[in-house]
């Protein structure tokens, strides 16, 4: 669904207000299909989790939304997690030691089995790294520099090895969810098989709707919460109106306004948490020697359109906060890099220097990505017009084909409305992912919307395989700066994590990289 910049110019309060209205519910274009909202409350037993995005499979492999990370990781299970604090913590090891600068020991917990009974092996650790490799647009690949090999030493303790030192692989290893080798595929599986503390009863890919009950032969303590059912309620009216009413219990990813109202009503709690995630507006990187967007000078001058304080008090009422680097400044590792200034007057006499007219942009996102996504693109569509720059919406369903978008393989576009999240809390971890792309990795678009500079690639790799901490930091606040002066970004931001919950459900520990533990969740009366 795609909608021009042109049209009558608004004042910056009158849209602002016109796209608070649109994140109320005012789509652009052809309507999406909307799922209806749950119907009936949830019995005794069941926990009901409305999510935003659809869940398409149930390892992440490809993507990694965090709502979806919640349930995956009830099925599925790595060799550790990344816990509250934010370090990692052991799951199916009960030993992940480094004892060589490219090399950890590793040792499986006794009696750790699938939902079918099976024991976890080693031989599973190493089709899993495996599979992780292989798919194509892997989300998870990209935050390792490289991946190790397994090297088995008795039947329940293994190396990981590597070529240079990787001193956060412990970090790493918690996003590798393991499955038997027998079933696992290059792609995003849907079936249920795991070592999680549930099982899948139910499932619809096409849906979203899932329905879990308690592993019977889970390792460990046994869950409160005897069924989980998951929906796919796409509309954020839909979702506060099933919560207020009872119909769900737990919804994610709520807006300001929303969260506003909720919060304070009989039976409804709201938790937040600084976020671990950056969400930004970011340029195509796959353009051609010539395009205006290829220059830095260009994608420089262009920030100066984004009135991003009126973006964040107005739009999305102060529950973020302006990105004042490329990393959330709050990760471990970062450092600040820059601001984004306001100045339309700056932004215009640079194009002209430049000789940029008549620029034309094409913004697309995924509904959903963020909160109030759809009032943010309204909002910068009428700033970058107000600065001679005519500028198109294009928003996907939710589960529709924008990976091939952003890999540059069903058309073209200039600008990503998107987010990217430290599942490490590290920001090393964000830098490997988004900055380290190589030409190598671009000629299977793995690379994250073809940003692909091999001197920064190179600082970042020097940076993930430095084994003393201080000259990390070192070669990570270089390698920081170096992407600052690219210019990613038009715009970004760094959000809160939100969620809102029936009082009925208690031990909910929302992380910073707005997941939780869905074991440790219980239903009080």
């Not at 709502?67 to 599925?76: C, H, L, M, N, S």
């Not at 590798?176 to 792609?187: D, G, H, Q, W």
């Not at 540059?408 to 830098?431: C, H, M, Q, R, Y």
């Not at 299977?444 to 990390?472: F, K, L, N």
């Amino acid at each position: 669904m795609t909608r021009s910049g042109s049209g009558p110019e608004l004042s910056r309060r009158t849209l602002l207000r016109w796209g608070a209205i649109a994140g109320a519910g005012v789509t652009l274009g052809p309507l999406l299909t909307a799922c209806a909202g749950p119907t009936g409350t949830p019995g005794p037993g069941t926990l009901t989790l409305a999510l935003n995005r659809s869940l398409v499979s149930l390892d992440n492999k490809l993507n990694q939304f965090d709502a979806a990370v919640t349930v995956q990781r009830g099925v599925r299970q790595a060799l550790t997690r990344v816990g509250q604090d934010l370090k990692p913590q052991l799951v199916l090891a009960d030993r992940f030691e480094l004892t060589a600068p490219t090399q950890w020991t590793v040792h499986l917990r006794d009696g750790v089995r699938y939902s079918d009974g099976s024991p976890v092996t080693i031989e599973d650790v190493s089709t899993a790294l495996k599979m992780y490799q292989q798919v194509n647009g892997s989300f998870i690949a990209g935050f390792f520099s490289e991946f190790p090999t397994v090297v088995p030493v008795d039947d329940a303790t293994f190396l990981l090895q590597t070529e240079r030192p990787i001193p956060v692989l412990d970090y790493l290893m918690a996003n590798i969810l393991v499955t038997p080798s027998a079933s696992n595929r290059p792609e995003e599986l849907q079936d249920g098989i795991g070592s999680g503390p549930y099982v899948v009863r139910s499932g619809n890919r096409g849906t979203g709707n899932y329905s879990l009950s308690v592993n019977e032969n889970y390792w460990g303590p046994r869950p409160s919460v005897p069924n989980v059912q998951v929906r796919f309620v796409p509309e954020e009216s839909s979702r506060v109106v099933s919560l207020r009413s009872g119909e769900v219990d737990v919804i994610d990813s709520i807006t300001p306004d929303s969260a506003d109202q909720l919060a304070g009503l009989p039976g409804v709690q709201i938790t937040r948490t600084p976020s671990t995630r950056v969400n930004q507006l970011f340029y195509n990187f796959r353009k051609p020697q010539g395009h205006p967007l290829a220059d830095p000078r260009v994608r420089e001058a262009l920030t100066y359109a984004i009135d991003g304080r009126s973006l964040v008090q107005d739009v999305l009422v102060g529950s973020v906060t302006q990105a004042d680097g490329v990393v959330p400044t709050g990760l471990e590792g970062a450092v600040k890099t820059g601001e984004y200034v306001y100045d339309p007057n700056q932004a215009r006499q640079r194009l002209d220097a430049l000789g940029v007219r008549d620029l034309e942009l094409k913004i697309i996102w995924e509904s959903g990505e963020f909160a109030s996504d759809t009032s943010v693109m309204e909002a910068v569509l009428q700033m970058l017009g107000q600065v001679g720059v005519r500028a198109s919406l294009q928003q996907f369903e939710p589960g529709g084909d924008i990976l091939s978008w952003r890999q540059g393989k069903a058309g073209d576009w200039d600008v990503l409305g998107n987010g990217f999240s430290s599942p490490t809390g590290l920001a090393v971890s964000i830098l490997q992912g988004m900055y380290a792309g190589t030409p190598e990795k671009e000629q299977t678009r793995d690379t994250y919307q073809g940003y692909v500079v091999p001197s920064i690639a190179a600082q970042i790799a020097d940076a993930s395989a430095e084994p003393d901490a201080a000259r990390r930091a070192r070669l990570l606040s270089d390698a920081q700066k170096a992407v600052w002066a690219t210019w990613p970004c038009l715009w970004a931001f760094v959000p809160n994590a939100v969620l809102a919950s029936r009082s009925r459900v208690g031990d909910i520990s929302l992380v910073p990289t707005n997941s939780y533990d869905l074991a440790s969740a219980r239903l009080e009366g």
